[in-house]
Each structure stands twice: as C-alpha cells, then as structure tokens.
C-alpha cells in the first residue's frame, strides 16, 4: 500500500477509508430546535404502501431533514420510510 493509506485502482489514487467512532447525531443534534422537531407519541412507520411492513411502532421524532429518530437513539432513513400514520 503507498504511503498515506491510499490504494491505486486502474490508475486511479482511491483514499483510505475513515470511520468515525462518534456518534454524527450528537454532532448534529444541536442545530435542531424544539421547534423544527415534530413528535408523536403514538405513531405507526411504514415502508410499504401496503402497510405489510412496519419500522417502528411507538414514539418518534420527525426531524426537520426527513429523518426519523427513534426512542433507542436509531434513525430512520427518510428513503426507507414509506408513509407514518400519527
């Protein structure tokens, strides 16, 4: 392997890559108000329109990107979420 941890493929210099060991909500969660957050106590999220496929049952926090944050600290992909019934 060269020098810096970069790997060469097809002659192209391709990074090393990093993985962080912190948590990126704790990082971003300070730019969410209480204001721009909505919650639901009781809510339903499901990943397909036929409604076979639930998330999570429970209360969420639906965050202003489109993400969904869970009461276990685990979010909720905004592309993995079909609909949510409050």
Known sequence: MPAGGNT???GAIV????ISTTSVWEEVADEFTA???VQYD???VYGDFEQ???LHQGKIRLL???WIALPTG???SP???HHIDP
Do not use: C, D, H, I
Not at 15 to 18: G, K, L, R
């Open 74 to 76: 685990r979010l909720l």
């Open 42 to 44: 009781k809510a339903t």
């Open 15 to 18: 990074p090393a890559m990093v």
């Open 52 to 54: 076979e496929r639930v």
């Open 64 to 66: 202003p990107n489109g």
């Open 8 to 10: 060469y493929t097809r």
């Open 35 to 37: 204001e721009s957050v």
């Open 79 to 81: 592309e993995a979420v």
